[in-house]
Each structure stands twice: as structure tokens, then as C-alpha cells.
């Protein structure tokens, strides 16, 4: 059924209700499958509703999903899930259905298939791309165990783009595995698909669409006959010159229809009997069944909460600030150029898109192949701007480091949602950036405190004759005025922004990186308070090259320095203070304020500081008991 609406009260779902294992789907009879992919359909559409959370793509695998675990003995059977965005419907069907309106939550289901939530979760996921290697360990394993079992990994035609798919399929090849890939074909990642892989996919179903069944079928079915299709089948739509699998060395089969069950059913009853690294091609609709979303894919990628209180603030967000400033430096250079690995809307990139088309280049879901496009570029004399996620740079950290800094070349780097990033959990959180990145010579680090900053640090790296990085946060800014005049900042250089209970002969100086800037100061005037002491806020706003002038200007006059980051701890901003410190043999005592040396579970952004400490009041608190130990010492 197509619905337009998402429901508010939980839908009558007598026959899903029944399904609290796989193994109750596996006894119902195959011509009961269509009700059941109904029911998880609008299932999906309220629990989502009331958790928001990733929403088109999991109304598209419902009937793959339906079909997989009803074919499959899972959990003894590996499925693993690439990305995780498309799971709801995996994770109703085993065991958590009722919990599925608390994903995303703080204490609630993970947003992505995590090992430690189910047995049926045989795989973490969250990052794109993986599926195929990880399942090729599993079968790999289970070989040499002697022990084997079907392992299936389900990938998205955005996610086969990047090379470890392809690198994963190789290696498979190579060893005769016993591996089934199910490419889940939506010319979509969260993107439309764009590239050559994408136009070949295209063809294979424009091709597998022109064969009839008389002419295609009769022939596969001499060799294969316990397929017994009714249904029209495309098996042999391409030989191998013009199919990239067989090509590589995969059986192929399909395109298959995504959204018929009977025919899923069928499709992976008779595969399975086969052996060797087998690819099936399934054709599916992201946002099947919902008509807005049918309608608007990109924009139904994911949902917020039906029921959410929208926070009133009308600053713009740090992807918004970014890419206005992109299209400004492009007015005045024509040299610039700008990438992203399929994260155009998440970036604040359609407007350049739009007035900048022979100027902007959405490389898909490949991040090395970004970095180091954007190395090449460099050497031609041209300045690329690389807008990447935090935690998806982490995947092209070797581009950084060989092809980028060793050679000097002139980068920027737009660095997005840095620090904790909430609701999708530790995956997709960025808290390693600094430390990564520091470490790497030639590279300059910049964090802003705030929105009109970000815009300044932005226009400075630009103009920095090397690789220059701005780490900025998920969502909106502070509300502070944006200037339009771009104004290049002075490299290495902090700022005071606050100075409370002057002339005092004992004193506390915050040393703060980046979003924590605002809230040092909100726990400042609780400390200056509390203490009749000097206490000083200082704006970092470089961790490499750090101000080191500044910290021994402050160093005579402060009892204490207190470091104060939105990243891990160990190696951070505070740890490269620390180094300062020691080599200049300034001996001060240091509180150093960061993320804990954990992964940290979803939650909302402000429930996940306030846990670490990191909101204004947890870093006061912290910042007292330490002045109170010394005080005590004293």
C-alpha cells in the first residue's frame, strides 16, 4: 500500500506481532510474506515518527528484509547490514520491535547494527562500505572452522562506490569464497548516485528490462530448474564484457525486483544452493511506500521526532555558514574548487553546486579518493576546499598525511561536525580530529568559538599557502552578527575574551579550543564568583601552530590552567599544551577537560556534555574541586 501520512498511534499489526525471532517469520507460509512487509512498513512509519531517526531508506528494504531473514536461518546465518542507515526493519524483526521508538536515544537502541545490542547484529556498522570485507572474514572463518554458513552482506549502490567495496569483491574472488553480496540498488546514497559505476548499474536495468522472459528464461531455466519463476526473471541480461561482477569474477543475478517478496524468496532460495562469491542485483525505491518520501528522497533521508518541541534559534547552522563563505571566496578566486565524498546537502554545498556547477565535484562516497584528488588539483596551481565530516576524514587519513602535507600542498579543509554529534552515536562522532591531525607537519588547525569566527578561519586557511584545517560542530551557532567583510586572521595568534576579578594575587586561566569557548566563559563567572581570585578566559583558536606566547605571557600570574576541549582528552588540544608546558619547563599545575577515553552512546548532544562535563556548569564543577585539592596542598 502507498501511505501519505505518518501515524501518531501505533498501527494494528497482529500478524508482525507474532515475530519476536526470525525464526516465528521462517514458520509462517510465503504467501503470508506480503502481509507481513505491510504491517513492518507502517510499523517503521510510526516508530519513526516518534524516535526520528534514518527514515527513507529502511521503507525500502522492507520486503528485502522480510525476504532475507525469512530465507536465512539467522542469527546462525550472517547477515550484515553496510551503513546501518537501512536496520529498523532488521531490528523490528528480531527481537526489538517495541523498542524501536527509543533509537537514537539516550539509554534507547543504537541507530546502527551494534554487536553489543543483539546476536542478530553480527556486525557493527556506521560508516559506508564495509560489509563485503567483514563478511568475507566471516565466511573466510567459518571455512577454515570447518564450520560454514550462509554470510550475506547487503550493500547500497552508494556505498559499492568507494574502493574497499571493490577491493573486499577481489579478494573474494581470489579465494572461491562462499559469499553472497546483495546490492541493494537505489540510485541513491543520501545523494542521488553520480559517477561511472552509477551509469553502469543504470544500464544493467535499462538492459535487464528489455529481455523477455521467453527469450531469457527458457535458457536459464534448462540449467537451473528448481528456480521456477512465474514471475519475469533477468539472469543473463549482460555477459561478462558488459557486467563489471562477472567481469571480476561474481556470479550475477537479477536485477531483481526489491519490492516483490515472492520473488525475493525465490531469488535467494535457489541462490543459496550455489557457491562461490555471488552477486544479486535488487532494484528498490528509497522511500518506498510513503508518497512524500517517493517524492523527496533526499529530503526524507532522515526525520526529526513528530511529536519534537523545536528549539527557537535563529542562527544559521556551521554547514550554512560554510557554504555561504564558499560561494563568496569563489566570487573573488577563480582558482577555487570544491569536493565532497556525497555529502552535498549535509555540507551546505547546493547553492554552490548550483552557481558554481564546473567548479564543484561530489566524488561519491570515496574520501581518500577526495583527499588526493584535491592534492592533484593543488599541484596544477588551483586551490581545492575539501568539505568532509570529522569522522569520515578518519577514512582518508593516510591521503592527509602522504599526499597532501608531505608535499606542502595547498588545502583547505572544511571539517564538519566535529566534536560529540549526538542521536548518531560514537560512529559517526568526531573526537579524534585534533589528534590525528596535529601530529602531521606542515598543517595548520583552526577551531572557532563561533559562527562569524568560522567564517574568518575559513577565509584565513583559504589563504594560507598549505593545508590548513577549520574544525567547526554539528548545527547552529551561537546567534553572534556574521561579518561580511572577509578578514584573515593572524596565524597562531589567541585572544582574551575574559578577564574577571583582576588584581587578585592568585588566578585560574582557561585555556579553551572551539565550542567550548562560550560555555568557559558562562563557568567563569560562576568560578569568579565562588573564589575571590583572577580568573581569565583565552580563546585559542589555533591548536597547531598552538599560542605559545600567550601561555607564557599569563604563566606568572595563573595557579592553575585548565584546558577545555569538545575532543578526547588523551592527545587533544590539552595534551599538546601539556607538551608546551614541559619543553618550556613551566611547572603549573593543569586540569585538562575533554572526552572521557571511552566510546560514548547516543544521546542528545547537550545530554552527552553534561555527561562528560563538558556543559558550563560541569566544567565549573570540575574546576572547583580542583582549585580546592590545591588550595588543600597549599
Known sequence: MLYTEIPTQRPVTPLLDMIDDPAQLRKLEANQLVTVADELRQFILYAAGQSGGHFGANLGVIELTVALHYCFNTPKDRLIWDVGHQAYPHKALTGRREQLTTIRSKNGLAAFPTREESEFDTFGVGHSSTAISAGLGMSLARRYQKDPCDVVAIIGDGAMTAGMAFEAMNDA???????????????????CSTGGFAKHLAAIWEKGQSVHINELGEAYLQDYPEWGFTSRLHCSATDAADNLFKAIGFDYFGP????DVDQLVQAFHA??????????????????GFAPAEAEQI?????????????VNAAPKYSDVFGQWLCDEAEQDQRLLAITPAMCEGSGMVQFAE?????????????????????????????????????????GYDQLIHDVALQNLDVTFGIDRSGLVGEDGPTHAGAYDYAF???????????????????QMLHTAYHYPGPAAVRYPRGNGLGVEIEQQLTQLEIGKAEVVSE????????????????????????AEQLAQQFDIEVRVINMRYVKPLDENIIRQFADATHLFVTIEEHAVMAGAGSAVNEFLAEAQIV?????????????????????????????????????????????LV
Open 588 to 632: 603549573k599545575p593543569i586540569l585538562n577537560l575533554g572526552l572521557p577515553d571511552r566510546f560514548l552512546a547516543q544521546a542528545s548532544h547537550n545530554e552527552m556534555l553534561k555527561g562528560c562535563g563538558l556543559d558550563a556548569k560541569g566544567i565549573e564543577k570540575s574546576i572547583s574541586q580542583a582549585w580546592a585539592k590545591l588550595v588543600q
Open 355 to 395: 552557481q558554481f556547477p564546473e567548479r564543484y565535484f561530489d566524488v561519491a562516497i570515496a574520501e581518500q579518493h577526495a583527499v588526493t584528488l584535491a592534492a592533484g588539483m593543488a599541484c596544477e596551481g588551483l586551490k581545492p576546499v575539501v568539505a568532509i565530516y570529522s569522522t569520515f576524514l578518519q577514512r
Open 271 to 288: 541462490i543459496k544452493k550455489r557457491k562461490g562469491p555471488r552477486l544479486i542485483h535488487v532494484y528498490t525505491k528509497k522511500g518506498k
Open 256 to 259: 531483481f525486483d526489491g519490492h
Open 437 to 455: 591531525m596535529r601530529t602531521v607537519p606542515n598543517i595548520v588547525i583552526m577551531a572557532p568559538k563561533d559562527e562569524n569566527e568560522c567564517r
Open 500 to 523: 574577571l576579578n583582576m588584581g587578585s594575587d592568585e588566578g585560574i586561566t582557561m585555556l579553551a579550543f572551539g565550542s567550548r569557548v562560550s560555555v568557559a566563559v558562562e563557568a
Open 173 to 191: 574472488v581470489a579465494h572461491q569464497a562462499d559469499l553472497m553480496v546483495v546490492l541493494n540498488d537505489n540510485d541513491m546514497s543520501i545523494s
Open 299 to 311: 529530503k526524507y533521508h532522515a526525520i526529526g521526532k513528530l511529536n519534537a518541541v523545536a528549539a
